[in-house]
């Protein structure tokens, strides 16, 4: 009798501890989930933070696509500290966006302008992560306006 108990004892204990490591396992990918969420969330409005700076040139009278090109178009190369743009985000993530101007064409509405295509990535660990990309039109909207 005491052999049977033993092993009923045993069979309980290694049950609760697969019901326990299920719980961990369950909480850890929790943490991780919500982890990855923030990052990609703070990338998205990086991203959008950047669509609007870059669209702010549009309503500047004195606008040329060579100031866009100034301020953005070296911003070429994630993996090259010199030819990115780097932010640390409030969470805490290090961020590196990239910017690809394409030349003056015509958009939608027979419009010309630009199109600008900013790319977002994380550094974690020492690795480059892509989290999320934009594609914005840049307009000389001053010359189109009537007083």
């Not at 015509?106 to 994380?122: I, N, S």
Request: aromatic share 8%; net charge negative.
């Amino acid at each position: 009798m005491a052999t049977g108990q033993t092993l009923l004892s045993i069979g309980a204990f290694v049950l609760l501890s697969i019901i326990a490591v299920n719980i961990n396992r369950t909480h850890v990918q929790a943490v991780h989930n919500m982890v990855e969420n923030q990052a990609r969330t703070d990338a998205l409005i990086v991203g959008r933070d950047l669509c609007d700076r870059i669209q702010r040139h549009s309503y500047n009278p004195a606008f040329d696509f060579n100031q866009l090109e100034a301020e953005f178009g070296n911003l070429d190369n994630v993996n090259d500290p010199g030819r990115r743009w780097s932010f640390t985000s409030p969470s805490g993530y290090t961020l590196h966006a990239t910017f690809d101007i394409s030349n003056e064409r015509t958009l939608a509405l027979g419009q010309t302008g630009r199109l600008v295509t900013v790319a977002v990535f994380l550094e974690e660990e020492g690795e480059i992560i892509p989290k999320a990309t934009y594609v914005t039109a840049v307009l000389p909207i001053h010359e189109s306006v009537n007083p």
